[in-house]
């Protein structure tokens, strides 16, 4: 199939100089794509946030947009308006709003409780010029035990100024549509962007979709285990159930598509290559 639907890239800041030299690689093979642009993650209570400013600044330097995910969560208004002072200083006009999670052994939840009051803040101190993309669950935040409760937060984001909304990954496009359907019945008319992780390691994965609530569908789980040790198996299969759910994505009409990257490029520019997308 052939699509011209927009893809954007995430990253985490890399911990090491190797890892940052491949990460230029990466940014460079994944860029071929035209993507939007790449987002780059924020550690617990700002525990990267100087990798995070090196990260985004080098992207931009490779003639790309960068988006650097800034959380609330700790922090003061004060510390919230020097880290944007910096990345306006650095021509950086769009920002994953994020509520974040505390650090380990911190008490206080600083002046921000949800991201809407960081959304809010960020329109009220820099202006309309700002995109912000903020953050959607379709299968509900692992934290909110009410749908309904973390969808009126959801809406609520939006309302307060988000550009457009990016779901944590799912692999099951039932739950993303009828998320969409309900936030459209609560006015959101923002685009609300699938999260697509790929199969990268497939142990790995799963403890993320454990600890985050996310389905991964039984039949998939059980021929992922019974490969075993088989990567080259565990590989094409992976690629296979990704591949299908962006193309019921896309048939369904997608704004665009956001991959969880885990800072490699091969898996996603073949699922790229397979939908369609190509430099």
Not at 244 to 263: D, K, M, S
Request: glycine share 8%; aromatic share 10%; with cysteine.
């Amino acid at each position: 199939m052939t699509t011209k639907t927009p893809v954007s890239f995430e990253f985490f800041p890399p911990n090491t100089p190797v890892g940052a030299e491949k990460l230029k690689t990466v940014v460079q093979e994944l860029g071929a794509l035209a993507p939007q642009y790449f987002s780059v993650t924020y550690g617990a209570g700002g525990s990267t946030r100087e990798k995070t400013l090196a990260t985004v600044t080098d992207i931009a330097a490779s003639g790309f947009e960068a988006a650097p995910h800034l959380s609330c969560v700790g922090a003061t208004r004060e510390n919230i308006a020097e880290i944007l002072a910096t990345y306006r200083a650095q021509n950086i006009r769009r920002i994953v709003a994020l509520r974040g999670d505390l650090p380990s052994g911190t008490a206080t939840a600083g002046e921000f409780r949800y991201a809407a009051e960081l959304v809010r803040f960020i329109r009220e101190t820099q202006g309309p010029d700002w995109k912000i993309e903020v953050a959607a669950y379709p299968e509900y935040h692992p934290q909110q035990r009410y749908a309904a409760k973390d969808l009126q937060h959801f809406a609520d984001k939006m309302r307060a100024g988000a550009t457009a909304a990016i779901t944590q990954f799912f692999f099951n496009p039932d739950a993303y549509f009828h998320f969409v359907d309900s936030a459209r019945k609560l006015g959101v008319d923002q685009p609300i962007i699938p999260g697509i992780m790929p199969f990268h390691n497939y142990a790995r994965i799963a403890q993320f979709a454990q600890r985050d609530g996310i389905e991964i569908p039984r039949w998939v789980a059980l021929k992922m285990e019974g490969y075993m040790d088989d990567t080259a198996s565990i590989r094409a299969f992976g690629l296979d159930v990704i591949a299908q759910l962006c193309e019921r994505l896309v048939a369904g009409g997608v704004p665009a598509i956001h991959f969880y990257t885990l800072n490699q490029s091969a898996l996603t520019l073949e699922l790229c290559r397979r939908i369609g997308l190509h430099a």
